[in-house]
């Protein structure tokens, strides 16, 4: 049972990637930061005496402060945002515990820099990939992130005179490895590999390269993607409803992957 005003590390991590997550805000002092210079998914750094300035950005949103034990940096930062309307928490344990839990950390220096919003750039009329790359990002790397969806032929440009990062093209970073596609480039690029999101990427990939074999819900994400994609003209409204899509695929990856369901309940066979 945590103690007044905290979270355990096992209900954060019920709560990461999911659309009821957290703001999770970082106030471990230099040195602590830089011993170890992760985030959270989703984490901002800030001085753990300027929290209070955050608070108007988490308006109707709780948050969770993390310190290196958990001990006066993040207590004391939490009640400061209670104060100011904000339900607050301080990490049980702090971010040694978290580490200790197996949470997922991503090298910070991957991440946007403090109160900006990451750009991304990739292929118009998405299909699979392209609308489970910018789902991983928003819930594990950064909530805010934009997504610009243009021609083909002009990614490259845009990424250059716009500041975009490229994925899922030819020629980029995160783009298909081999067998794997971009979802899986993301997860190792990024650390954030773990049971459930493996399991949602061979299903993406078995989808995203017609390779049903590698999962038996590859044939229906791919039926479900090629409806969506043909719903919706708008790029960005597609990109809104498939949101919804994984935040179900990935529910099922992490706790449901291994329920059936039969009409009428108990038949014989």
Not at 8 to 20: A, E, F, H, V
Request: aromatic share 8%; net charge negative.
């Amino acid at each position: 049972m945590p103690a007044f005003g905290t979270i355990t590390p096992s209900q954060l991590i019920r709560l990461i990637g999911t659309p009821d997550a957290p703001a999770i805000i970082d106030v471990r002092d230099e040195d602590d930061f830089a011993a170890d210079p992760r985030l959270l998914p989703g984490a901002r750094r800030s001085a753990h005496g300027a929290v209070a300035a955050l608070a108007p950005g988490f308006a109707g949103r709780p948050a969770v402060v993390v310190c290196q034990r958990g001990k006066k940096l993040s207590e004391g930062a939490a009640a400061i945002l209670r104060v100011h309307g904000i339900a607050a928490e301080g990490l049980e344990g702090g971010w040694l515990a978290a580490v200790a839990a197996g949470l997922p950390a991503i090298p910070a220096q991957l991440l946007p820099a403090d109160g900006e919003a990451s750009l991304w750039v990739t292929r118009a009329r998405p299909k699979i990939d392209r609308i489970a790359c910018p789902w991983l990002i928003r819930r594990f790397i950064d909530p805010g992130a934009r997504f610009l969806f243009v021609a083909a032929s002009e990614v490259a440009g845009v990424s250059d005179r716009f500041g975009a990062t490229p994925f899922d093209i030819e020629g980029v970073t995160l783009s298909h490895r081999g067998e794997m596609c971009s979802f899986d480039a993301f997860l190792d690029d990024y650390g954030l590999h773990s049971e459930a999101l493996d399991r949602l990427a061979l299903v993406v990939r078995g989808a995203d390269t017609d390779r049903h074999d590698l999962a038996p819900q590859a044939a229906g994400l791919l039926a479900i993607s090629v409806g969506l994609s043909r719903q919706f003209k708008d790029d960005l409204a597609q990109l809104e409803a498939g949101m919804v899509i994984y935040d179900a695929l990935y529910r099922w990856a992490r706790d449901g992957f291994d329920e059936g369901h039969d009409w009428p309940a108990g038949r014989k066979a």
